[in-house]
């Protein structure tokens, strides 16, 4: 949880149809990533989500995350089946990228994608920028999205970037001219290999230098503006996936006019999915607060408007 492309590298040998150009926007989809009684991994229950639609609203997506290369549990699949929680599901494999690439865990990524329910999606090694090259992640994410379509076309795949390495003078996302295998055509996965673009997004007072304090628009992040120059125009719906918000210095201000004015912004530039990170410092909820948070009854208004769309 480090704080919205490329040329093929590897040939993808399996038979599957790229998926349809984009068309409008769709209605803003929004869910809870995790609650204040989850933590990230098996403890991440539908009970704990269920709970966050309790205190947000009618909360649409929900995400699980294994880096063992396992297939999504009961309780995830029976979360999307029975109570609607569209499973958003993100994996790790017991090979390294190159090692999937290669094809050295075919039967991992197959097994996933054959145990993942209609209309789920599905996403392989999100935030790589701390863990390989643009390069390997391109070569390995599009053999994934390969051998998940060949097994169960029902499922979006969506790599997910991090918005930390997205920063201006990052090392890990580069933009200098001098070639290597990290700049930002590096890590742009070709549009035939992705059903959407998806980028987590933190703000914290503390870690923004001479930025203002307060909570801002997603809009006005240089984060997200870097992100959104290279993945806004390649003709596919974009995605939200981790957004927190923290006021973690001086009074704390209600997030409430950084999410509505986020919501703006994402609604114009073809963001169709919004997930805040319900956990820690991040938290929105009105009931108990975990260590780091702090009680917003405005900034759970506004969330519970975007959820809402009023």
């Not at 063992?68 to 029975?82: E, I, M, Q, R």
Request: charged share 15%; aromatic share 10%.
């Amino acid at each position: 949880m480090s704080m919205l492309r490329i040329a093929l590298i590897a040939v993808v040998v399996f038979a599957f149809a790229p998926p349809a150009a984009a068309g409008a926007t769709a209605p803003t989809y929004v869910g809870a990533t995790t609650s204040v009684n989850d933590t990230v991994g098996s403890g991440n229950t539908c009970a704990g989500f269920l709970q966050e639609r309790g205190v947000l609203g009618p909360l649409a997506i929900r995400r699980v995350f294994t880096s063992t290369g396992t297939a999504p549990t009961a309780d995830a699949v029976t979360c999307h089946t029975t109570h609607g929680a569209i499973l958003w599901y993100s994996f790790k494999t017991s090979c390294t990228p190159t090692g999937v690439a290669a094809g050295s865990c075919d039967t991992e990524v197959q097994a996933i994608a054959a145990a993942m329910p209609s209309g789920g999606y599905l996403t392989y090694f999100h935030e790589p920028e701390d863990d390989m090259t643009g390069v390997q992640f391109v070569a390995a994410f599009t053999r994934v999205y390969g051998l998940v379509k060949a097994v169960n076309s029902a499922v979006k795949v969506v790599p997910v970037h991090m918005s930390y390495q997205w920063r201006p003078g990052s090392t890990k996302v580069t933009n200098n001219g001098t070639g290597g295998d990290r700049e930002i055509q590096d890590w742009i996965v070709p549009s035939a290999y992705a059903d959407a673009y998806g980028f987590d997004l933190y703000w914290q007072a503390s870690t923004r230098g001479s930025e203002p304090d307060d909570p801002v628009s997603v809009g006005s992040d240089p984060r997200m503006l870097r992100w959104y120059g290279a993945f806004g125009g390649l003709g596919r719906p974009l995605s939200l996936t981790e957004w927190g918000i923290d006021d973690d210095m001086g009074t704390r201000a209600s997030r409430g006019p950084a999410i509505r004015a986020s919501r703006i912004w994402l609604e114009s530039h073809g963001f169709d999915t919004v997930l805040y990170w319900q956990h820690d410092n991040w938290y929105l909820g009105t009931g108990s607060v975990p260590a780091g948070g702090y009680a917003d009854p405005d900034g759970v208004a506004a969330y519970t408007e975007l959820v809402t769309g009023t």
